[in-house]
């Protein structure tokens, strides 16, 4: 029983380029959370996803920052134009349910930008 | 505005002695705790949580304690052992006007047990 898989586990980018994320969830999770930590902070809620469903993107930026999660294949983060800012570790987790039982969490994708 | 604070950002103690982990929160309507347990590189892995209709939950060495009108819960852990060195995440969940739940976690306590 495979965990949640996140890949790439390190990008590298320059200013302005694009960063897309990959995150497959736990199988038979249907539900898919992204995160954000900053050096030396806490996890942020970024958004939540259910399959071909954004239904909380409260913590996304307004702008640059987009997530999906397709009928097939699986949830994406995208970056667009990244700056420095957003080098950070980048954690997806996925649950059974959207209740509040603990959700599993993937190694994160470490994203530093140059 | 942090509605999880997790006041000590790093604690050590010696191997076979109590370690106790504190978090604060501000919002009332939380009513699921969680405790996360990091190591360098890799993603929180879960250990332990706690409805607010309980005051306490054990589970072997864990045990989380809430205090609803302090708003404070604790996490102990029984005796330490060098393999709990890691940073500990307190994450508090609440419905939101959605219906739907997600995590506010705290900024972390990087524990350390001394051998």
């Known amino acids: 029983n495979a965990g949640v898989m996140q890949n790439p586990r390190h990008l590298v980018r320059r200013r302005g380029q694009e960063a897309r994320l990959r995150c497959s969830p736990m199988k038979g999770h249907s539900h898919v959370y992204w995160y954000r930590q900053l050096p030396e902070e806490g996890l942020k809620f970024m958004v939540y996803?259910?399959?071909?469903?954004?239904?909380?993107e409260s913590g996304m930026p307004k702008e640059r920052f987009s997530a999906e999660f397709p009928k097939e294949g699986p949830s994406i983060l995208r970056i667009q134009q990244v700056v420095r800012g957003d080098s950070a570790a980048y954690f997806c987790?996925?649950?059974?349910?959207?209740?509040?039982?603990?959700?599993?969490f993937g190694p994160g994708t470490r994203l530093t930008v140059l | 505005d942090q509605q999880v604070k997790q006041n000590s950002p790093s604690l050590s103690v010696q191997e076979g002695r109590i370690s106790i982990l504190n978090c604060d929160y501000t919002?009332?309507?939380?009513?699921?705790f969680l405790w996360y347990k990091k190591y360098p590189a890799e993603g929180p892995t879960f250990l332990i949580s706690i409805s607010s209709i309980k005051d306490k939950n054990e589970d072997g060495r864990f045990t989380v304690f809430l205090n609803k009108s302090a708003k404070h819960l604790s996490l102990h852990i029984v005796p330490s052992q060098p393999g709990d060195s890691a940073v500990y995440f307190c994450?508090?969940?609440?419905?939101?006007?959605?219906?739907?739940?997600?995590?506010?976690f705290g900024t972390g306590t990087r524990l350390k047990v001394l051998a």
């Open positions: 987790a996925s649950s059974p349910t959207g209740q509040p039982n603990e959700q599993f």
């Open positions: 996803l259910q399959k071909e469903n954004i239904i909380d």
């Open positions: 994450a508090a969940s609440g419905s939101t006007t959605s219906g739907t739940y997600k995590y506010i």
């Open positions: 919002n009332s309507m939380f009513d699921y």
